[in-house]
């Protein structure tokens, strides 16, 4: 199977950054697509940003300027820079990807979520 294990989060000021990471890990074949969600109680989950194997990227529109995902294709790892955080940004932030764990078979995959909390 496929783990994802993301590092990272925690507690910010508003108008600070965090960094989170996660590595994608198991019987991998290809990773095909890789971001990050975040979900509050009582709300959906969102997308906060992703990042297609041919590198072409997406942002929430709450988020763009701010952060910035990048990966590391060799090493199956995405990455999730954030900066200028807001209170609004407080969530539980996971780790998304879509892998192909044969040739022809494929599934997504969640990680286990990491708080990240910005507040004076």
């Known amino acids: 199977q496929v783990q994802l294990v993301e590092s990272g989060g925690g507690s910010v000021q508003p108008g600070g950054s965090l960094s989170l990471s996660c590595a994608a890990s198991g019987t991998i074949f290809r990773v095909i697509g890789m971001g990050w969600y975040r979900q509050v109680p009582g709300k959906e989950r969102e997308l906060v940003a992703n990042?297609?194997?041919?590198?072409?990227?997406n942002y929430a529109d709450s988020v763009k300027g701010r952060f910035t995902i990048s990966r590391d294709n060799a090493k199956n790892t995405v990455y999730l820079q954030m900066n200028s955080l807001k209170p609004e940004d407080t969530a539980v932030y996971y780790c998304?990807?879509?892998?192909?764990?044969?040739?022809?078979?494929?599934?997504?995959?969640w990680g286990q979520g990491t708080q990240v909390t910005v507040s004076p």
């Open positions: 998304n990807a879509y892998v192909y764990y044969t040739t022809h078979e494929w599934n997504n995959f």
């Open positions: 990042v297609n194997a041919g590198g072409g990227i």
